[in-house]
């Protein structure tokens, strides 16, 4: 069985009631078998690979705690990043390191058998949980966090079901002190969290899957594709991993603010920013913060040498890149947010502007060069990434013009939600809201929802990471 959008808000009251039907000190039990369920809804054999996961972490944090010997800190850290990274490596990347050594291979010797790729199928939500426990292990070794005691308390820690498969990225010190405190149901969490939950789906039902239909149709027919279809699929889909994603996060939040937890938040009009590193500090923000706290300051940061410096920078696109598949389309589209930050960085591109004038430049000049690089991500391989760029430059075709209206509607109500939500999240926007007013909009979204949701079950995007 997999979980799809509507399973879940039927899973998630079921939680929520028996949650509130027991004592304090049963709910992480409750709280962990929903988790496991959650999980193994996937794919039963995988509880395995988390649970080792979680004995690995475990035991690493006790073990730091429990010795002053640096040899013996590095040997335990160095165990538990290798089992961890091993783990990821097996099921993530194993397959394409492989290819690339066939291809190296036939390259030099002329004539070559390949190896055959082994059938290894991705555990969902690995790439989130991994770099969860990691951070708590790094933690504990550069003494920023005490190890956690309590087992079921850590289990419960890598993966509380919300946000267990597609983030947001949670640390320790944020999630651990809610988890262990004595919760009341509060209609206020009950509120807040249905509203996100509501406007998650909406984003990911409405808008993602609804866009989806024509980016798919474009990206399956590239060469026949007019160029004007080609422009708007990317922008299509630049809106549609955004929507996809930031929905996953927001019902995530939602949801696990019906327990009185507060996740971290994981966008922030990402799509408003001015310059490529300001896109960064708003994009997948748990994801960025951690590659800067675990990568780019251990590298030295912007404290070294200007080369040591580029390094860096480099080095965290290229790690993001990889983070997100094993492909080279991804790898290339780490590199090139990279040079583009490090150019933004040496002519000072990314110093805010106080003229309107320059603000809607920087505005144009970021958002198409992130629309032009989602190309990559979303495209099969290099060649068809390539593909895609030709034929926007050649197939000026206005026969081959299909411009569906609706999509663009759909899309430009969510950009004014999108705008009117920046400072302030959907849950907390409505509390100034008249109730009238208020419960318009409800109608609205569920409106859309039972009507224009898209009518395949289309899984999360980032489920794929």
């Known amino acids: 069985m997999i979980f799809n959008s509507l399973e879940y808000i039927l899973f998630l009251p079921l939680v929520f009631i028996v949650f509130y039907l027991f004592r304090h000190k049963f709910r992480v039990f409750i709280l962990l078998a929903a988790s496991y369920y959650f999980y193994i809804s996937w794919n039963p054999v995988f509880i395995i690979l988390i649970l080792l996961s979680t004995f690995i972490d475990y035991g690493a944090g006790l073990s730091l705690e429990r ?68 951070s708590y292990t790094i933690d504990v070794y550069n003494g920023k966090i005490k190890a956690e005691k309590n087992l079921s308390y850590f289990a419960l820690y890598v993966c509380f079901f919300p946000q267990l498969v597609a983030g947001p990225i949670e640390r320790y010190n944020n999630l651990m002190p809610q988890l262990k405190e004595k ?82 938040e994981n966008f922030r009009t990402p799509y408003l920013s001015s310059s490529i590193t300001e896109f960064w500090r708003n994009w997948h923000i748990t994801l960025t913060t951690w590659f800067r706290d675990y990568i780019y300051y251990p590298l030295g940061g912007n404290r070294g040498t200007l080369l040591k410096w580029m390094l860096a920078i480099l ?77 926007v430059a050649s197939n000026w075709n206005i026969l081959g013009i299909d411009l569906p209206l609706e999509p663009f509607i759909l899309l430009g109500l969510f950009i004014v939600l999108d705008v009117l939500t920046r400072k302030k999240n959907f849950a907390l926007l409505l509390d100034n809201v008249p109730s009238m007013a208020r419960g318009a909009i409800y109608f609205v979204l569920i409106f859309l929802l039972l009507s224009r949701s898209a009518t395949d079950m289309n899984p999360f995007i980032y489920f794929q990471f």
């Open 67 to 134: 010795t002053s010997s640096k040899s013996t800190r590095r040997l335990i850290l160095g165990i538990s990043i290798c089992a961890n990274l091993g783990f990821l490596f097996f099921f993530k990347y194993f397959n394409f390191a492989l290819e690339n050594v066939n291809e190296i291979l036939l390259a030099v010797k002329g004539s070559y058998q390949p190896i055959d790729a082994w059938d290894i199928i991705l555990p969902v939500g690995i790439s989130f949980y991994t770099f969860q426990t990691m």
């Open 183 to 264: 919760t009341q149901l509060v209609i206020q969490n009950i509120s807040h969290g249905g509203r996100l939950i509501l406007y998650g789906l909406f984003m990911k039902m409405v808008i993602a899957d609804n866009l989806g239909v024509f980016v798919d149709s474009v990206y399956g027919d590239i060469a026949g594709a007019s160029s004007l279809n080609l422009l708007i699929g990317s922008v299509f889909y630049s809106f549609q991993i955004y929507c996809d994603f930031h929905g996953y996060t927001t019902i995530a939040i939602g949801s696990a603010k019906l327990f009185n937890v507060n996740l971290s």
């Open 315 to 391: 080095s965290v696109f290229i790690v993001s890149g990889l983070w997100h598949g094993a492909k080279w389309t991804f790898i290339f589209w780490g590199v090139f947010h990279a040079l583009f930050v490090l150019f933004e960085k040496i002519v000072r591109w990314d110093k805010p502007s106080t003229k309107v004038f320059w603000k809607g430049v920087k505005w144009g000049v970021t958002f198409t060069l992130v629309t032009a690089l989602w190309v990559f991500f979303r495209s099969p391989d290099m060649d068809a990434a390539i593909w895609y760029f030709k034929s």
